[in-house]
T-cell receptor, first 112, second 114 residues
């Protein structure tokens, strides 16, 4: 069965800490892996990864994909209280019943 | 703000009723996907529409149906509502092609079925 598993499920850190969020997948017909941040309702797009080993960066956030070991990590450095959110990982497929499979998310809380 | 809008914001229905949820895509986007997100879970893919045709469907029963209009706005219809249909319904728009997977989500419709 295709699945996307995120870990940890939740995390509490202090401002300034660095966090690493994990996403592993077992999905047929892989096309891309996506990261989203969900604060209240609408997930907001962070990264799309299609190639192994190429890091994507946006400010304090970065992400990398390993297609051999079937996982991705999302790093957040110098965390701020505004980073508190649920971080969702999703895999897009080229074909199959589900075009997009989401993990259950990692809930990050950053304390001042 | 992504430019994707959804209506209504909240909705309360009773079992057996029917509901229609609406979504307006971001300007220039021609693909719309719908998701169901239960509390504490990730979004579950319902279906996707491209150029008014269904272009992929998740494991949802036929009572979940959709439409896409020539202006690329979309509707999600759910018939014979069940208690388990209570969830946040999200739509996401994107541009078909290399950017298809870069989806921009609307704020969602919270559906409560009593």
């Amino acid at each position: 069965e295709d699945k996307v598993v995120q870990s940890p499920l939740s995390l509490v850190v202090h401002e300034g800490d660095t966090v690493t969020l994990n996403c592993s997948y077992e999905v047929t017909n892989f096309r891309s892996l996506l990261w989203y941040k969900q604060e209240k309702k609408a997930p907001t797009f962070l990264f799309m990864l299609t190639s192994s080993g190429i890091e994507k960066k946006s400010g304090r956030l970065s992400s990398i994909l390993d297609k051999k070991e079937l996982f991705s990590i999302l790093n957040i450095t110098a965390t701020q209280t505004g980073d508190s959110a649920v971080y969702l990982c999703a895999v897009a497929r080229t074909s199959g019943t589900y075009k997009y499979i989401f993990g259950t998310g990692t809930r990050l809380k950053v304390l001042a | 703000e992504t430019g994707v809008t959804q209506s209504p914001t909240h909705l309360i229905k009773t079992r057996g009723q029917q509901v229609t949820l609406r979504c307006s895509s971001q300007s220039g986007h021609n693909t719309v996907s719908w998701y169901q997100q239960a509390l504490g879970q990730g979004p579950q893919f319902i279906f996707q529409y491209y150029r008014e045709e269904e272009n992929g469907r998740g494991n949802f029963p036929p009572r979940f149906s959709g439409l896409q209009f020539p202006n690329y706005s979309s509707e999600l219809n759910v018939n014979a509502l069940e208690l388990d249909d209570s969830a946040l319904y999200l739509c996401a728009s994107s541009l078909a092609g290399t950017s298809t997977d870069t989806q921009y989500f609307g704020p969602g419709t919270r559906l409560t079925v009593l």
